[in-house]
């Protein structure tokens, strides 16, 4: 069988050419209006990220001089913003179609970007304390193991760097989710939610074409970061469209940064 990392990168490129949201690049409207100052990304599928968690690096409404790592984050929607903000931008992402449409937008817009097709379960291909700004969407619901993410993340943030980080908190998965709407609702699943322990779990995630999904405690989240030596700074919680949101929320997203610096 295929190692989970590569279904999940099939899996993702085929729900980009089906017309994903996440997979969705923004209008060259939009690049123009961030060239601007009027901007905005998400690592959750809803909320904003505030922008005084881009401090100190976003300097009159500028990230000149930053250099910014979107891990697990193509598709064209939050690099073309910090690229038109002036940081110094690498992608690293799974999906091949993702990183095809960030270097679409980069050949459209006229800006370099350095794209690197990577599996993010393994060793980051950086240097140590080669990025100020680490921005991670919500994507490690598609790994196994989340501590050796925050580990590498550390390691390759300079000092005083910044990691924002977007995560599932779980709730999902305790479900299982028809699109009819909450009647439908059913609770089915027992966490932790992991394909990989489950073969029927496994085989139905297959056979559907899923990608192969994890919960993940707040312990290894939050945790994780902490034990990986970031410091935390701020949190929100958030919710997306779905019926379970209705109820609770089912997304939280994390600034946390590495001691050091200025």
Not at 25 to 49: M, N, Q, R, S, Y
Request: with cysteine.
């Amino acid at each position: 069988m295929k190692k989970y990392t590569d279904i999940n990168a099939a899996a993702v490129d085929n729900w980009v050419k089906s017309g994903w949201e996440w997979g969705t690049a923004i209008t060259a409207e939009d690049f123009a209006k961030a060239k601007d100052g009027c901007w905005d990304v998400v690592l959750t599928p809803l909320k904003p990220v505030p922008k005084q968690w881009f401090a100190p690096y976003l300097k009159n409404g500028r990230l000149d001089g930053a250099a910014l790592l979107g891990l697990a984050s193509g598709g064209g929607q939050q690099m073309p913003v910090f690229a038109a903000l002036g940081a110094d931008c690498t992608v690293l992402d799974y999906s091949a179609a993702q990183l095809e449409t960030e270097t679409a937008v980069a050949t459209r817009e006229g800006y370099e970007i350095n794209t690197v097709r990577a599996d993010m379960t393994l060793p980051l291909p950086f240097a140590d304390n080669s990025f100020h700004i680490i921005f991670h969407p919500v994507s490690n619901c598609f790994v196994e193991d989340v501590y050796p993410i925050w580990r590498e993340c550390y390691r390759v943030l300079k000092p005083g760097g910044i990691l924002m980080a977007g995560m599932c908190n779980g709730v999902n998965y305790l479900f299982n989710e028809d699109e009819n709407g909450h009647n439908d609702l059913k609770l089915a699943n027992k966490l932790p939610y992991n394909p990989l322990k489950n073969p029927a779990l496994m085989q139905k995630s297959i056979d559907n074409n899923w990608a192969i999904e994890f919960s993940h405690t707040l312990e290894e989240q939050i945790g994780g970061q902490l034990q990986a030596g970031l410091t935390l700074t701020h949190l929100f919680e958030d919710r997306d469209k779905g019926p379970i949101s209705e109820y609770y929320p089912t997304f939280l997203a994390t600034r946390a940064t590495k001691q050091g610096g200025n």
